[in-house]
C-alpha cells in the first residue's frame, strides 16, 4: 500500500520481543507496540517469529495465505506475503502446527536472514514476536535484531526464565543489552520491583546492565483485545494499559531515528 512502497534508504532499526515463559505477553505487546508505531507515522513490520505456533495473524483477525514457510519452501514473493492491517503496519505472517517450522537449521537461518534483510528496507522500524522458550529460532531472532526486548511478568516463574534467556544470550552469543518491558503489573512501582530485582541478579551474576523499558499494567482491555482480534491501542486507546504502551512506543520511535549504528554486536546463533 502506498506509505510502504518506497525502500528505506538507511537501515531499518529491528527489535524482537522475547521471554522464555509463554502467555507474559509478547504477542499481544508486539502488536500494540506496532499499531502505536504506525500511529507515529512510522512504516513498521511485525514478523511473526512464532514460527510453529504463529499468533499475530490470530490476533489481528487475518487470513493468512502465505506464510515464512512457503517463502523457505517454495520461493514464494515474501513482499507479496506481507498482510497490511493499516496503511502503514505489515504483518508477515508464520505457520501454526508445524513442529518442524518451530526450530530452523543453520541453512534456513541463513536463508531467512538474507530475506528479511530484503524486506525490512521497507520499513522504518520491524518488530518480531518470537516464540516462548530458548529454542534455536529464539535464540536466531535475538542475535538478528538491533535490541532484545524481554517481556515478563512479576511472577517468578517469569523473572527467572527470562534471566534463562539473558544468560543464554549473553554467555553464548555475546549480546549485551537487554531492555526489559514489565507486564500484567498491578502499578509502576511492581514493574520497578521487577525490573530492580533482575537487573541487581544480571549485575551480580553475568556482569550486565539491564535497562528498564517500562511497566505495562494489568488490563481488561488487553484480554478483550484478544478476544476480539483488534489492537486493544486501537479501540481502547485511553486504556491504562493503550496509554503506557503509547509511551513506550515512544522510546522505540527514538531507537529508529537516529540509526543505532553501534548498537548491533557481534554473535550469530547456530542452528
Ligand atoms: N497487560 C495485560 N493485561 C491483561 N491481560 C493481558 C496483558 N498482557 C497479556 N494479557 C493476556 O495474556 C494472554 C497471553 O498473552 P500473549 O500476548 O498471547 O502472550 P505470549 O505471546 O507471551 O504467549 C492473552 O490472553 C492476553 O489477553
Ligand atoms: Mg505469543
Not at 510453529?52 to 487475518?62: E, I, K, Q, R, S
Not at 526450530?103 to 521497507?122: F, M
Not at 535490541?147 to 549473553?170: F, Q, R, W
Not at 476480539?228 to 491504562?240: G, H, L, R, T, W
Request: proline share 5%; with cysteine; net charge positive.
Amino acid at each position: 500500500m502506498v506509505e510502504t512502497t518506497g525502500r528505506n534508504a538507511s537501515r531499518p532499526v529491528t527489535a524482537c520481543l522475547s521471554s522464555g515463559k509463554g502467555g507474559v505477553g509478547k504477542t499481544s505487546l508486539t502488536v500494540n507496540l506496532a499499531y502505536a508505531l504506525a500511529q507515529k507515522g512510522l512504516r513498521v513490520l511485525i514478523v511473526d517469529g512464532d514460527l510453529g505456533l504463529a499468533n499475530v495473524d490470530v490476533l489481528l483477525g487475518l487470513q493468512v495465505k502465505t506464510t515464512i514457510r512457503d517463502i523457505l519452501d517454495r520461493g514464494a514473493d515474501p513482499l507479496e506475503a506481507v498482510i497490511y492491517v493499516e496503511p502503514r503496519l505489515g504483518v508477515l505472517p508464520s505457520s501454526s502446527g508445524v513442529p518442524d517450522l518451530a526450530n530452523l537449521g543453520p541453512q534456513d537461518h541463513h536463508e531467512l536472514g538474507e530475506i528479511l534483510k530484503d524486506i525490512c528496507c521497507h520499513f522504518d522500524i520491524v518488530l518480531v514476536d518470537t516464540a516462548a522458550g530458548i529454542g534455536s529460532s529464539v535464540l536466531w531472532f535475538n542475535t538478528f535484531v538491533d535490541y532484545n526486548i524481554l517481556v515478563l511478568t512479576p511472577d517468578p516463574t517469569a523473572m527467572t526464565d527470562a534471566y534463562a534467556l539473558i544468560k543464554v544470550l549473553s554467555r553464548d552469543y555475546r549480546r549485551q543489552n537487554f531492555h526489559l518491558l514489565v507486564n500484567q503489573v498491578k502499578n509502576e512501582a511492581e514493574a520497578r520491583q521487577v525490573y530492580e530485582h533482575l537487573s541487581r541478579v544480571a549485575s551480580h551474576f553475568l556482569n550486565l546492565n539491564l535497562d528498564y523499558l517500562g511497566g505495562v499494567p494489568r488490563d481488561a482491555s488487553v484480554s478483550q483485545g484478544v478476544r476480539n482480534q483488534v489492537p486493544f491501542i486501537k479501540v481502547a486507546p485511553q486504556s491504562k494499559a493503550a496509554l503506557t504502551l503509547f509511551r513506550h512506543a515512544e522510546r522505540l520511535r527514538r531507537w529508529a531515528s537516529p540509526r543505532p549504528g553501534a548498537h548491533k554486536t557481534a554473535g550469530k546463533a547456530g542452528g
